[in-house]
Nanobody, 123 residues
Framework: QVQLVESGGGLVQAGGSLRLSCAAS????????MGWFRQAPGKERDIVAA????????YYADSVKGRFTISRENAKNTVYLQMNSLNPEDTAVYYC????????????????WGQGTQVTVSS
């Protein structure tokens, strides 16, 4: 089992940038596929981006393509979400997720979750 802790959220003006980090516990991080999700008030939790265990395969929601980048450093047990050109519609709680099954990169059905970090974008 893996435990996940997100950090890096905060308040930023529209057009600004933030980098979220997700630190994972355990010695098998490199075998987990990772994802970032977000949930805005009154809405469902949606996939933002996902990355395979090797980092060679990534997925992005259409709404963030070209603005967000997911990456990972297996040596540091950490996955990142670089968010650029933020707009108020990006305001949400952002969650990190992990799962050892390769199918999750495409079906987004992750089993392990962090507690989330708030991102607020002001206009």
């Amino acid at each position: 089992q893996v435990q996940l802790v997100e950090s890096g959220g905060g308040l930023v003006q529209a057009g600004g940038s933030l980098r979220l980090s997700c630190a994972a516990s355990g010695r098998t991080f490199s075998s987990y596929h990772m994802g970032w999700f977000r949930q805005a008030p009154g809405k469902e939790r949606d996939i933002v981006a996902a990355i395979s265990s090797s980092g060679r395969t990534t997925y992005y929601a259409d709404s963030v393509k070209g603005r967000f980048t997911i990456s990972r450093e297996n040596a540091k047990n950490t996955v990142y979400l670089q968010m650029n050109s933020l707009n108020p519609e990006d305001t949400a709680v952002y969650y990190c997720a992990a799962d050892p099954r390769s199918s999750v990169v495409l079906n987004h059905n992750f089993n392990y979750w962090g507690q989330g970090t708030q991102v607020t974008v002001s206009s």
